[in-house]
């Protein structure tokens, strides 16, 4: 066993916590008095929940020198982000001469983990290789650059990359845009060039814009929100809004639920894409529980949203966060300690995505009925069985339109292996996510990704296309989930 194990909090917790003055010590006693148990992993958790991943941030060097860390990194989350690797002065340090290893390597390790690899970054005004951020380029020179990296780095990650992040950081804090080289060079119109440039190299992948304190409802996330809009009605493929969460301990935006669905109404995909909280070091009892209790509301916030589709973290154990490094006096914001013990945080997310943390709990409601095991099933298994689909119009500008379609188990199964079947005449798909699209004339067909394969029962999942078109269309008249028709 590679990965620590405190024992989780719950009623043998709280009595502890009176006597234990230091989290240092709790930790200790939590880790000694640890029964081993199976458990659910948090990426097991997160599918579960509609199919959302949960991920990490990683890094080169303690994924091939700490087999701790490797362990947690393969075991806990079902997404990974290079957390330096995928930038530009790491990848072409010199004008032309790249260095792929880094980077390769992190995507064969999510390849054989089963992880999906969110594309950190193309377009940044933050480490940028000395040669281009002192290069004195025009703007038509930029826009060269851009689009001979964005082939050169999207290109060689096609079909690897779930998601980019296709621009980052582009605002400043009162929502106006920053004044980035691109923006100097090729003022806002950057961004729609970069999307499209991303899309026309990947047009598989899922495109993001991504920023830091967009967390609620203020004139940065205002800002983005209104540029998100201008996208859109022009018609630029932009899939989804990633909210990093660079947060504070007892800080988190009372708005942040809300934000996330402003941007989900808009018929786009949000991810919480670098969460951490940080504190005041040194960590005490009452910080740590406090940090447990916002990690839970930030996953909740999350989950409340069907269409926030995954919580990533910035890093997996407090030594190598980028914080201390940054922030004077500050630390300890990730859900693993140095010695890669869970933290309360770890327990908050772990219990928040539906995690049991106390073995020794009933895994069910008393109270409730037992099932009589001689019951029929009331479907089918894996054979689609009863479904539900919601489908809408998000977006008609004529001569082009986007699409939202839900799938929703209303059965006591799992659909596994799902293939979605409806008619819509008129359209060309461009692009579709959240499933493997294909299309034949008016026939469309939607395969289940291969990392998000089955909808529980009770559970949905969301998928999303774009399409061109010639006048109006009429909505699909009939669904069907496995070969079964759906109400
Ligand atoms: O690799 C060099 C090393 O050779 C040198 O000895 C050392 C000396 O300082 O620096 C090393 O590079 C550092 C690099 O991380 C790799 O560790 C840089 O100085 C350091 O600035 C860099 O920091 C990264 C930071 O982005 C840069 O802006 C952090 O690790 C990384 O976590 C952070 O991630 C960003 C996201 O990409 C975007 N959102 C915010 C987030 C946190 O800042």
């Not at 209303?410 to 359209?427: A, E, H, Q």
């Not at 699909?476 to 989930?481: C, E, K, Y």
């Given at each position: 066993m590679t990965e620590v194990r405190h024992r989780p909090p719950g009623r043998a917790r709280r009595s502890l916590g009176l006597l234990l003055s230091s989290a240092l010590a709790a930790a200790t006693l939590w880790a000694t008095a640890s029964p081993a148990h199976a458990e659910d992993t948090l990426r097991d958790l997160a599918a579960q929940n509609g199919g959302r991943h949960f991920g990490a941030a990683i890094t080169y060097n303690p994924l091939n020198n700490d087999s701790q860390y490797r362990d947690i990194a393969a075991t806990q989350f079902s997404a990974v982000t290079h957390e330096n690797e995928m930038k530009w002065e790491s990848l072409e340090p010199?004008?032309?001469?790249?260095?792929?290893?880094?980077?390769?390597?992190?995507i064969d390790f999510a390849k054989s983990n089963n992880q999906i690899v969110r594309?950190?970054?193309l377009v940044w005004h933050s480490q940028l290789p000395s040669w281009l951020n002192n290069g004195g380029f025009s703007g038509t020179q930029l826009r060269s650059i851009m689009d001979n990296h964005i082939e050169t780095v999207a290109g060689r990650y096609r079909g690897d990359?779930?998601?980019?992040?296709?621009?980052?950081?582009?605002?400043n804090e009162d929502g106006s845009f920053r004044n980035s080289i691109w923006y100097q060079g090729m003022g806002v119109d950057y961004i729609a060039h970069a999307f499209r440039k991303a899309h026309?190299?990947?047009?598989?992948?899922?495109?993001y814009i991504n920023d830091y304190n967009i967390e609620g409802i203020n004139s940065k996330s205002n800002g983005l929100y209104d540029l998100v809009v201008d996208l859109l009605d022009q018609g630029v493929p932009i899939h989804g809004v990633g909210i990093q969460s660079h947060l504070i301990v007892g800080q988190v935006p009372s708005t942040f639920q809300q934000n996330i669905q402003r941007f989900a109404d808009l018929g786009l995909d949000v991810a919480i894409t670098e969460l951490d909280i940080r504190m005041q070091m040194p960590a005490t009892d009452s910080k740590l529980q406090q940090q447990a209790n916002d990690y839970r509301a930030v996953v909740n916030a999350c989950l409340a949203v069907s269409r926030c589709i995954g919580v990533t973290v910035w890093g997996i154990d407090d030594e190598r966060s980028w914080v201390p490094y940054t922030f004077d006096g500050e630390g300890a914001p990730l859900l693993y300690d140095g010695q890669y013990n869970r933290k309360p945080a770890w327990y908050a997310v772990y219990e928040a995505l539906g995690g049991t943390t106390d073995p020794t709990d009933p895994p069910t409601d008393p109270t409730d009925p037992p099932t009589d095991p001689t019951d029929p099933p009331t479907d089918p298994p894996g054979n689609g069985g009863p479904c539900d689909v919601d489908y809408t119009v998000v977006n008609d500008w004529g001569n082009g339109m986007q699409g939202?379609?839900?799938?929703?188990?209303?059965?006591?199964?799992?659909?596994?292996?799902?293939?979605?079947?409806?008619?819509?005449?008129?359209?060309?798909?461009?692009?579709?996510?959240?499933?493997?699209?294909s299309q034949s004339g008016s026939q469309i067909t939607v395969n289940a990704p291969s990392w998000n394969p089955t909808i529980q029962p009770g559970q949905s999942t969301q998928l999303g296309f774009v399409a061109s078109k010639s006048g109006s269309t009429a909505a699909?008249?009939?669904?069907?989930?496995n070969g079964a028709t759906c109400s």
């Open positions: 010199q004008r032309g001469q790249y260095n792929w290893s880094q980077a390769d390597s992190i594309g950190h970054t990359i779930y998601a980019w992040d296709v621009v980052n950081e582009a605002f026309e190299v990947d047009p598989n992948a899922k495109l939202s379609i839900t799938i929703s188990n209303t059965g006591s199964s799992p659909i596994n292996d799902w293939t979605l079947r409806f008619t819509l005449s008129g359209v060309t798909i461009s692009n579709g996510w959240n499933g493997d699209w699909p008249t009939q669904f069907t989930v």
